[in-house]
């Protein structure tokens, strides 16, 4: 079906800007090319950090800010078919999913705009000291300076919004990088942007090679921070290469749900059936070990893998599809490995392990050993793997045998199980009663050990964006 995503160029200082190299984006569902885009090299990422640095000469303020972000999440409702239509096409993500996050954008713009307009420092009680008193001190927050962001493929247009959108409301320009993979979607959104009258400079968007345009951002020392999301091995490498930057990184996880046999199972495996698979599991947040209290294992398992077998396979732009491509073959082929590794070492596939057409079809294991992938990496296809547990403790070890710590969720009635669980588990968060995979887009979202070091949401992104400034004044 068509979009409007076709030949897209690049916004370098308020210019769409052609540059006589092109990039082919295909479907990864049929492989067609679903449109070409400019594509940038060092000198392009140069002259983008020069022209944000150039618009942050003359800053926009608060109140500026704030009603061009609203514009923007007004643009993204009037052309929210065509948004939605284009993250479908050039991400193989079902339309009803695509659709989601189209909304979940102009939630992000909405919070950010809010953010905007409350920016604000700290009075500093200095008569509390004695060397204070006499003295008047506040904090303003000042912005850090131009910000290089770099966005996966995975959701193209709700992560770039939660890198522009808040550092626009800290008064940042910024240089993005989007996922060569999916440009159209960030390119369309910064056509909203101009739209709504942003002014030349404050967002430039480049697509190219990612080393030439990343070696810009890390070396060039007018980029104050960068902000990253995507997979570990790019982003903590970013983060040794520029201790003096801000670099805050949204990484990858292995989640992790736990389920008591007092929770309410039919709930559970409806949940969990939806949020395993969704965009065929390439979400940091997908449920990919689900670990279930013994007594309950038989019923849990017999619940939700026909509900996992009823899933729609199928053209992510066709309205029934719940379950589409992987982003490439390689990555494809990759799954298809860990789960054979699985297979070779004992686990039983209770469904999938195999494919239909070019889709993987959804894949439960049970008996995976904890020491292999599927178990502790970041399997990021339609894949999970369900096992029964014993007791808390055995759960929770569990749950926490892997180097990443993003989100975990447990199900249970009983609301002391859920403390202890919130207590223990060693993640950025912790979901109850809910899938593992939820996310608003206020919420404070981040990870800990090798899933990242920052929190996304608007109102923790603005933070990492700006610096306080102390102002004194002797009385
Ligand atoms: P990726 O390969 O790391 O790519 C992410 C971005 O980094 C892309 O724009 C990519 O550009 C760029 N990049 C690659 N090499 C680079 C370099 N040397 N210097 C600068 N930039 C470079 O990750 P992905 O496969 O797109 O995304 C999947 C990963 O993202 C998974 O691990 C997933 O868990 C994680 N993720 C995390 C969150 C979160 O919020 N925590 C959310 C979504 C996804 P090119 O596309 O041009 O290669």
Redesign the pocket.
Known sequence: MATTASEKKLLIAGEWVETGDWVDVRSPYSGEVVGRVAKAGSDDARRAVDAAEAAMREPLPAHKRAEILVRVAGHLGRRHEEVARTIAAEAGKPLKAARVEASRAMSTFTFAAVEARKLAGDMIPMDASQAGAGKLAFTQRRPIGVVGA??????PLN?VAHKIAPALAAGCAVVL?????TPFSALLLAELMTDAELPPGWLNVLVG???E??DVLVEDERVRAIT????????W??AERAPRKRIKL????ATPVIVEADADLEDVATRLAANAFSFAGQ??ISVQRIYVQRAAYDELVSRFVPKVEALTLGDPLDEATDVGPLIDAGSRERVLEWIEEARTAGAVILTGGSLEGELLRPTVIANAAPELKVSCE?V?GPVCTIAPYDTLDDAIALANGTRYG?QAGIFTSNLRTALEAVERLEFGGVIVNEAPTFRADQMP???VKD??NTR?GPAYAVREFTEDRLVVIDL
């Open positions: 770099i966005s996966p493929f995975n959701f992560l990088k989007p996922a060569s993979q090679p990612a080393s345009i990343g990253f999301t995507g997979s570990g091995e790019v982003g490498k970013l949204e990484l990858g996880n979400s940091c970041e990021f993003l979202y981040g990870g899933s990242g996304e």
